[in-house]
């Protein structure tokens, strides 16, 4: 059974700070692997996916990385910003479309 | 990229009532999804919403407590039956395939209090 984690489960960083949360899964045998932000009470939006073929995916201040093999994913913030605070979900896709989710990432960037 | 609306946004139910929840989706989509997420806690997913045939669901749902409907590409509707304080969580719709490709999408959300 896939089974993804997240860590660290919650971070505070001043403003204009780099960072980097972490993601790791289980069974390699993914199809994908996606990035999500989710602000309170709110639903989910999509910030990357990554193929299982790919390293690497960016936009904007945001890059995902993948490393199939070793089941790992990082997901790189540039220059934070207050509103870049909401909770991150990393999730992974394999066999019969189900996607596996992580606990999540609550980050807070202070201004 | 799809636009995805539910209905309602949020309700406040008493025990033992059901509540039927709708998605609709602005293209035609290949897989719609139900996900579950408690408070505190990740999302898990409830089923797979088949169009024109019975759902698909994840081990510990069933098809009494969450009967699920799908009768067309752009519209869903999953119903919380005989609902018990457990109950209460933040119930997401998803979608993805055809012209979205491999990106999941998800909808707001249904916000779900059970007294």
């Known amino acids: 059974k896939q089974e993804v984690t997240q860590i660290p489960a919650a971070l505070s960083v001043p403003e204009g700070e780099n960072l980097v949360l972490n993601c790791s899964f289980t069974?390699?045998?993914?199809?994908?692997l996606q990035w999500f932000r989710q602000d309170p009470g709110k639903g989910l939006t999509s910030l990357l996916l990554?193929?299982?073929?790919?390293r690497e995916q960016t936009s904007g201040r945001l890059n995902a990385s993948l490393d199939k093999s070793s089941g790992r994913s990082t997901l790189y913030i540039a220059a934070s910003q207050p509103g870049d605070s909401a909770t991150y979900l990393c999730a992974v896709k394999a066999a019969g479309n189900m996607l596996t989710f992580g606990g999540g990432t609550r980050l807070m960037v202070k201004p | 990229s799809a636009v995805i609306s539910q209905k309602p946004s949020r309700d406040i139910c008493q025990r033992g009532t059901s509540l039927t929840i709708q998605c609709q989706v602005d293209?035609?989509?290949?897989?719609m999804f139900w996900y579950r997420q408690q408070p505190g806690q990740s999302l898990t997913l409830i089923a797979t919403a088949n169009q024109g045939s019975e759902a698909t669901y994840e081990s510990g749902f069933v098809i009494d407590k969450f009967p699920i409907s799908r009768p067309n590409l752009t519209f869903s509707t999953l119903t919380v039956s005989n609902m018990s304080p457990e109950d209460s969580s933040i119930y997401l719709c998803?979608?993805?395939?055809?012209?979205?490709?491999?990106?999941?999408?998800f909808g707001p959300g249904t916000r779900l209090t059970v007294l």
């Open positions: 990554i193929q299982s073929s790919q």
């Open positions: 069974d390699s045998a993914i199809y994908n």
């Open positions: 293209s035609q989509v290949t897989m």
């Open positions: 998803s979608v993805g395939g055809g012209t979205l490709g491999d990106t999941q999408y």
